[in-house]
């Protein structure tokens, strides 16, 4: 950890009226929408506008709903922390052991991008282990050692909402709290001059425990994207407890969610270089989302699975299927190609031909004057941020494993749609500022952001 500060030397900068009251808006208003979501499953067997209805209606009150409402218990409290806890000793006390023996995989001690102010981090990468060592002991206990029901997870959902909002809460804080009185790199912190926003977006750009607790790095991947497969696999063995078997559209969900997990941790290293970790501060937004948002909304299939066993017909079962696995193969493909092309400096082939390229420069916040290419050939040479289509094909796949009775499971393609259209907007604009005219250049010879001939 760096030197104890009193404050953060970065220029502060003023937030408009609008990003402001979004900022409120959120703060309010996320931690309803989860709990309203699950609500809704575990009282309304997931239909949206039950509640709306009843209270609309006079037969039930708010206060009604909250009565029936699961609260914290102490053997949820007791598993989240157990959870947590042992994912912290793998992410800190476990040094990777995969790269030794698997090909093609990059663990170990890894280099960060370059932050804002010239900092190059290091990171151990070991969330293939972690996941990996999580899940054989869950298929042990399943299977053989039966120290406690697969159904676990789903049980205890809703009392385990309640700790996770603790600990998104109180990671949270403690990282404003750090970045104003013990920051790790005073030099990348960033401050508004306003509460709120600092409070939501983050003043570190990466908080640091000792030398290798990373607060991105963790939280990002662990707990939340870890417990997502397991999750699933809890929902489906509730579904068989419930209903007998465990549906084709149960095992798609399981299936095409689990690729994405498996591939996020195989490419710990890349994902080290996108713009969670480039370009976001740490703050409420990544600390609760992570400890909330992502294991509690992501699931939403899995979960609404269980209230309702849809049985695909095959061509619906492999219509899905295809979809997703064409979405993920655009997106692995994409990233990969701009992966390579950065870790050989532009001297590869992309899609057999040598890619085409638009020298630019920047200047970083210490002043220094760097060089750097974009990449106009492959997928990136047909739109500007053609990966995130892939996402979107693999998060409607998702959805449609659901069929179509209730709106619920779709909330996740309208949430990752509006998501990474966001996120493009804020990369360009990002980009436009870094690189300026080179940017104006490479708009040009790739002029779509999206969706070619659309946006």
Not at 103 to 123: L, M, R, S
Not at 300 to 318: C, F, I, K, M, R
Not at 377 to 400: I, K, P, Q, T
Request: aromatic share 18%; net charge positive; with cysteine.
């Amino acid at each position: 950890m760096g030197p104890r500060v009193t404050a953060c030397i970065r220029p502060r900068r003023e937030v408009d009226w609008f990003s402001l009251g979004s900022i409120i808006f959120l703060l309010l208003c996320r931690t309803f929408i989860v709990y309203y979501f699950i609500m809704a499953c575990d009282q309304y067997s997931c239909a949206l506008t039950g509640p709306v209805v009843d209270i609309a209606t006079g037969r039930a009150r708010l206060s009604d709903i909250w009565a029936k409402t699961p609260p914290i218990t102490r053997k949820a409290a007791q598993l989240y922390t157990l959870w947590v806890t042992f994912q912290v000793l793998l992410y800190t006390s476990l040094p990777d052991f995969c790269h030794k023996f698997l090909p093609g995989y990059v663990g170990g001690i890894q280099e960060g991008a370059v932050t804002p102010a010239g900092v190059v981090n290091k990171y151990q990468i070991n969330g293939l282990q972690a996941w990996l060592l999580t899940h054989l002991l869950w298929f042990a206990n399943a299977h053989l050692l039966s120290w406690f029901s697969p159904t676990i997870i789903f049980d205890n959902w809703i009392p385990l909402l309640w700790c996770a909002n603790i600990l998104g809460y109180a990671v949270s804080t403690f990282a404003m709290v750090k970045g104003y009185f013990f920051p790790t790199s005073a030099r990348d912190c960033k401050f508004t001059g306003n509460f709120f926003y600092n409070y939501m977006m983050g003043v570190e750009f990466n908080p640091r425990i000792g030398k290798w607790f990373d607060f991105k790095l963790f939280f990002n991947g662990r707990p939340g994207i870890v417990a997502w497969t397991l999750i699933n696999l809890s929902f489906a063995a509730k579904q068989r407890e419930l209903h007998g078997h465990v549906t084709n559209a149960m095992v798609l969900v399981n299936v095409l969610q689990a690729i994405y997990v498996i591939d996020f941790f195989w490419n710990e290293t890349w994902y080290l270089k996108t713009i969670d970790i480039c370009h976001d501060h740490f703050g409420w937004y990544l600390g609760w989302g992570d400890c909330v948002w992502l294991p509690y909304l992501y699931t939403l299939q899995g979960l609404y699975l269980v209230y309702h066993p849809v049985q695909l017909s095959t061509p619906h079962a492999v219509g899905v299927l295809l979809l997703g696995l064409v979405g993920y193969y655009i997106f692995r493909v994409a990233n990969h190609q701009k992966d390579l092309f950065r870790r050989t400096d532009g001297r590869c082939l992309i899609w057999g031909k040598k890619p085409k390229v638009i020298e630019c420069s920047y200047t970083s916040a210490d002043g220094q004057r760097h060089h750097s290419k974009l990449l106009v050939s492959g997928f990136w040479g047909v739109a500007r941020h053609f990966n995130y289509v892939g996402d979107l094909m693999g998060s409607l796949a998702y959805c449609l494993a659901c069929g179509g009775g209730h709106l619920l499971p779709y909330f996740y393609i309208i949430y990752m749609a509006i998501l990474l259209t966001h996120r493009c907007l804020r990369d360009e604009h990002r980009c436009a500022s870094k690189y300026g005219r080179d940017w104006e250049r490479y708009t040009a010879a790739v002029p779509y952001r999206l969706l070619p001939g659309i946006f």
